[in-house]
Every structure is written in structure tokens, then in C-alpha cells.
T-cell receptor, first 115, second 113 residues
Framework: AQSVTQLDSQVPVFEEAPVELRCNYS??????LFWYVQYPNQGLQLLLK??????LVKGINGFEAEFNKSQTSFHLRKPSVHISDTAEYFC?????????????FGTGTRLQVTL | DVKVTQSSRYLVKRTGEKVFLECVQD?????MFWYRQDPGLGLRLIYF???????EKGDIPEGYSVSREKKERFSLILESASTNQTSMYLC????????????FGAGSRLTVL
């Protein structure tokens, strides 16, 4: 079984400030890790994913995440946020041993960017 | 771009009614999923299907059933809706294998009165 913990349910930040959204996972097997974003009244869309290789992964809209196996973390970062980044962000994990991409999601972090 | 289309964005039903939520994808994906999204709980998997007529229970299947008669269509059925099934329902599809990204529909917000 696997699980995902997003410790921060809400993160308020001023525009142009840096932000880090935290994600920790638990799994007994090797995993693939994902960050999805949900803008108001929309479905989820992929920000970035870690499958293998370099532990620093770059995604869309200037976001990046770092896979840390020893700390079982996959924190999402952006050096300077914009108002349009206001959304809910979900970390997700799946094992790399199955045939179905059955994701387990965290509870989400609402990023609120203000002027 | 892969498109996942959910037939209804908003539904209001009464307790005890039978509810059908339809989902169609246009990229020939093997896998399809139904998630339920609630504030503070994130997304929880209800059912998924890895092939036509095949289905597997997710984490919260109670009170739900599914149907996949064609590869592109995956239906979620609430046999007798209850107020605790008021929620946002998200359908997703993806290719075979854990590395494949899921593509989500816009969601169906169901209110059961």
C-alpha cells in the first residue's frame, strides 16, 4: 500500500515571492511521483512527474520538484509566484510495478497568491 | 490533446434516485478511473477499469457500481443516491503502465437532496 501526505492544507503567499509545497509519501516499492494542479472549476492537469533519472524535475509554468528518496519527499517549488498560480495542488504516487496507473492522491494544498 | 468528457457538469438528484455519470475519452486509453473529490480529503478512487468489461474496486466502492461496455466509455452508477454521496466526481483515463499520465475530465458536481 502507498500513501501521500501533504501537510499544508493552505499556503498564502504574496505575488513574486517563492513558494514550497510539501509532499511526503510512503511505499514499500519503487514509485512514480506526480504533481497535478486544479484551477477553479476545472479538472486536474499535470504539472510535472518523476519517473527515474535526475531527481530535479522541471514542469510547466516555472514549477519544479525534487525527489528525495531518503526523506521520501517530493516537494514542489517555484521561485516567484504569480496571481494566476492560485489553485489547488495535489501530489500523487503510483507504484512502478503495476499495469494500471492507479494514483493515490494527497489531500491537496490550496495556494493563495495575493498582491 | 487527449480529451476526457464528462456528460454533466452539475446534477441535482433526490435521495433514492438512480444516477448515471458518463465519461468518454477519445485517445484509445486502456485504463479509466472514477475518483471522488471532497474538501480536505483530496481525491479518492472509487473504481477503475483496465479493459472493456473489466473493473476493479478502488478505495471507496460502497454504494457505487460501474460499467464499461466500450473502450472509450466508463459509467459510474449510484443505484440509490444518498446525501453523503453529494460530491465532485472526476473521471480520468490513461495508457497502460504506471508511468502514464492520467488525463482528467472537468468533473461532475452532484448534489443529492
Amino acid at each position: 500500500a502507498q500513501s501521500v501526505t501533504q501537510l499544508d492544507s493552505q499556503v498564502p503567499v504574496f505575488e513574486e515571492a517563492p513558494v514550497e509545497l510539501r509532499c511526503n509519501y510512503s511505499s514499500s516499492v519503487s514509485v512514480y511521483l506526480f504533481w497535478y494542479v486544479q484551477y477553479p472549476n476545472q479538472g486536474l492537469q499535470l504539472l510535472l512527474k518523476y519517473l527515474s533519472g535526475s531527481t530535479l524535475v522541471k514542469g510547466i509554468n516555472g514549477f519544479e520538484a525534487e525527489f528525495n528518496k531518503s526523506q521520501t519527499s517530493f516537494h514542489l517549488r517555484k521561485p516567484s509566484v504569480h496571481i494566476s498560480d492560485t489553485a489547488e495542488y495535489f501530489c500523487a504516487v503510483t507504484s512502478n510495478t503495476g499495469t494500471a496507473s492507479k494514483l493515490t492522491f494527497g489531500t491537496g494544498t490550496r495556494l493563495q497568491v495575493t498582491l | 490533446d487527449v480529451k476526457v468528457t464528462q456528460s454533466s457538469r452539475y446534477l441535482v438528484k433526490r435521495t433514492g434516485e438512480k444516477v448515471f455519470l458518463e465519461c468518454v475519452q477519445d485517445m484509445d486509453h486502456e485504463n479509466m478511473f472514477w475518483y471522488r473529490q471532497d474538501p480536505g480529503l483530496g481525491l479518492r478512487l472509487i473504481y477503475f477499469s483496465y479493459d472493456v468489461k473489466m473493473k476493479e474496486k478502488g478505495d471507496i466502492p460502497e454504494g457505487y457500481s460501474v460499467s464499461r461496455e466500450k473502450k472509450e466509455r466508463f459509467s459510474l452508477i449510484l443505484e440509490s443516491a444518498s446525501t453523503n454521496q453529494t460530491s465532485m466526481y472526476l473521471c480520468a483515463s490513461g495508457g497502460r503502465g504506471g508511468a502514464n499520465v492520467l488525463t482528467f475530465g472537468a468533473g461532475s458536481r452532484l448534489t443529492v437532496l
